[in-house]
């Protein structure tokens, strides 16, 4: 159990004082009633956790608290499982071991947000409407239920396409981002330059799911309506190109994530590009680009340096982390300097920007970095925050639902059958409803 300390409400200040041992800073008498010993912070993997650790560990020091990690992989729905045990034991757990923090994604925010789990971060943490007047409004959205902001990020993480610099020069003639994103203007151009690609060796995306969030992220309304599962138009053509790929090989057949889908990013692969947003490009491709993980990442090693990103066929976002505050945790004081400083301190979200080459969620500084002079050597000297400030501006959030998460990931297992030949289109789209309605009862088709 956690130590209190409480002051004594007898006579004379100085009596008080020795009863309690209570310090005579008020501040410190403050942080002493309110602030828990420990704080338990729930996560997937260790971004965060680097995050927090170079930008922000000195709040456990100011606060007198001790931060410990609960790190659950998120596969098969693993981290879910063991947050929502925890979170439903919160109230019966004791101080020292109840959640005070818990990370989301955005194929399942509504699910935290529209549960009281996750608290008011204006009303119930204490930050202002003014502290977070900068970060993109979309991420406020997406974690909003009722006009009731419950989490914040300091990722923004809008979508661009990553391509190859020597592929585009082969093929195309040119490597320039500008003139690429002309030949790749809207879905119908894209094609077109598949069967260039195809015609001279190189395959245009790796596998069924590479252009699966761009057009999941432009259906034209959610995924359930009415509590009726419908199938936007958006993704009937992402199945139709998807198919038209694999049966012209225009694609290597892979699966997200795969070990195939890795290696066509690097130095043997022979894949023009990748959609990617924010995080993928700086975490996952630059990693796979390298011939030797273990050297320095720079030019020599693997293909760093040879890719380039541009708009590509439409706008799109892919993911993203959000923190919430615990309801029922006991370090709200700590909670809120955590979330102010990692997201609305305009100079940490431009300084996390400059170290790792990802997109923050601050107008201003990301605003200031498009229109200077800097550039990333992994793509080449280019200045892709450019970019993805004016792609950030395009993320529209109208089709968003709490059974994005399950219905996409049902939608792209049962069509992976289809793409293979396995099942003809009609039974693979009865293999989708039949996975859907076991997962959300609740719904019809």
Known sequence: MKKRFFCVGVVGVILSLVLSGCSSNPKEETAAKTEGDIVNIYCWNTEFKGIYEAYA???????????????????YSAYQTNL???????????????????????????????????MDVIRDVGLTQEDMADQYQYT???????????????????????????????????????????????????????????????????????????????????????????????????????????????????????????????????VFGFFYSTWGINFTLMGNSLADSNAQAKAGNGIYGDYAVCEGPQPYYWGGTWICAANGSDNIPFIKDLMYRLTCDAQTMKQ??????????????????????????FLGGQNHIALFAESAKKIDMSNVSEYDSGLNEKFQNAMHEYFEGNQDYDTALNHFYSMALEMYPELSR
């Open 352 to 377: 996390i920007t400059l170290d790792t080459q990802d997109y923050t969620n601050n107008q201003s500084a990301m605003e200031e970095i498009a229109n200077s002079d800097y550039g990333s050597d």
């Open 84 to 118: 929502d045990e925890a979170l439903a034991e919160q109230k019966e757990a004791i101080d020292d071991d109840k959640v005070d923090i818990f990370l989301i994604e955005a194929d399942y925010a509504s699910k935290y947000i529209q549960s009281d789990y996750a």
């Open 140 to 270: 406020k959205d997406i974690v909003s239920e009722d006009g009731i902001i419950k989490g914040v990020t300091w990722q923004a993480t809008p979508g661009l396409f990553a391509y190859r610099r020597s592929i585009a020069k082969e093929v195309l003639g040119t490597d320039d981002p500008v003139k690429v994103q002309e030949k790749l203007k809207n879905w119908d151009s894209f094609d077109q330059v598949a069967q260039q690609m195809s015609n001279a060796g190189y395959k245009m995306l790796s596998g069924y799911d590479d252009s699966f969030r761009t057009f999941s992220n432009n259906m034209s309304a959610p995924w359930v309506v009415n509590n009726k599962i419908r199938i936007d138009d958006s993704m009937l053509r992402w199945v139709t190109q998807t198919k038209t790929y694999t049966d012209n090989n225009y694609n290597n057949k892979t699966s997200l994530w795969s070990t195939g889908w890795s290696a066509d990013q690097g130095p043997e692969g022979k």
């Open 57 to 75: 560990a000195d709040l456990a020091e100011s606060h007198g608290v001790e931060v410990n990690f609960v790190i659950i992989t998120n596969d």
